[in-house]
């Protein structure tokens, strides 16, 4: 029982509210994605640019995402040069369950076209129907696992 | 130039991330966790960038071009169909148990922290399974 109780502790970590911080940031994202279609007619999907450079089409393909992804990866350090603190990244869950995710992550979203920013964001901004199912379906897996997990499996 | 450029674009997205709390699966996990410790901050995340995205877009179309490329690369896909159901619901479950999505892990990889990289590796992994296995049927749209 004791043993339970400190892993779903480290399951269960409160964070912040933080309404104004988030919206901020969901702006910064929108300017970002209106920018990369506006000087390089390219949607800011995540999964769409990495699997590009993970599988390059050619060397002029490849080293947009390349510079992209650098200037993503720059993020925290920019953070943290303007906040004098880095951003919190809480990993809740053990190694094996992390792998088991980004595995599922990727071929998800590599055969559902898109994540969070290339269907939720781009996609809907375009009022695509593709991406308006595809964003209501993972938020709803996403909901029905975290609940399966925290109340059904973890009660 | 278009090296220079796609880099800002990137940190811009990268800091967004970050700023709005995207890049930690804590985080992510307590929006999905209304039963529990409900944390509502991503509805602003997704509020703000998408009305942005939104009024930008429209600005941005009424271009015939983009600034430095010959065209927009829009995806031609309009097919709901169970691979894009299926492949979203199996991306949902998979966010669903760490809280790290493509978007969210790619910026926190400049934290250094060894789980970012560990999550990223097997996300690239998913992506190349996912091509292996898809690449004997041809013609099949390309994820945005």
């Given at each position: 029982m004791v043993a339970w109780q400190i892993e779903k502790d480290r399951i269960m970590i409160e964070t912040t509210f933080t309404p104004w911080a988030s919206l901020g940031g969901g702006i910064l994202i929108g300017l970002a994605a209106t920018l990369l279609m506006l000087v390089?007619?390219?949607?800011?999907?995540a999964t769409g640019i990495l699997a590009g450079l993970v599988m390059p089409a050619g060397r002029r393909d490849f080293a947009w995402r390349a510079a992209l992804v650098a200037g993503m990866v720059c993020g925290p350090l920019v953070y943290l040069a303007l906040t004098r603190a880095m951003p919190a990244v809480q990993v809740t869950v053990p190694l094996p369950l992390l792998l088991l995710s980004g595995l599922i992550v990727g071929v998800g979203a590599s055969y559902g076209g898109g994540c969070p920013s290339g269907h939720g964001v781009c996609g809907i901004a375009r009022l695509s129907p593709r991406s308006i199912i595809a964003t209501l379906t993972f938020m709803a897996t996403a909901l029905s696992t975290v609940y399966l997990v925290r109340h059904v499996i973890g009660a | 130039m278009q090296l220079l450029t796609a880099w800002a674009i990137g940190l811009i997205f990268g800091l967004g991330i970050l700023i709005s709390g995207m890049a930690n699966p804590a985080k992510v996990l307590n929006f999905f966790d209304v039963a529990g410790t409900?944390?509502?901050s991503l509805a602003f995340v997704m509020g703000g960038a998408l009305v942005t995205t939104f009024i930008g877009y429209r600005l941005v179309f009424?271009?015939?071009?983009?600034v430095l490329d010959r065209k927009f690369h829009l995806p031609a896909a309009r097919a709901i169909d169970a691979r894009l159901v299926g492949g979203s619901a199996l991306f949902g479950i998979g966010w669903g148990i760490s809280g790290f999505c493509p978007g969210g892990a790619l910026p926190a990889l400049g934290t250094g922290a060894p789980e970012v990289f560990a999550f990223v590796a097997a996300l690239i992994a998913g992506m190349i399974l996912a091509r292996f296995l898809q690449?004997?049927?041809?013609g099949q749209p390309k994820p945005a």
């Open positions: 390089h007619g390219r949607i800011m999907g | 409900w944390d509502p009424r271009r015939a071009l983009p690449t004997p049927r041809s």
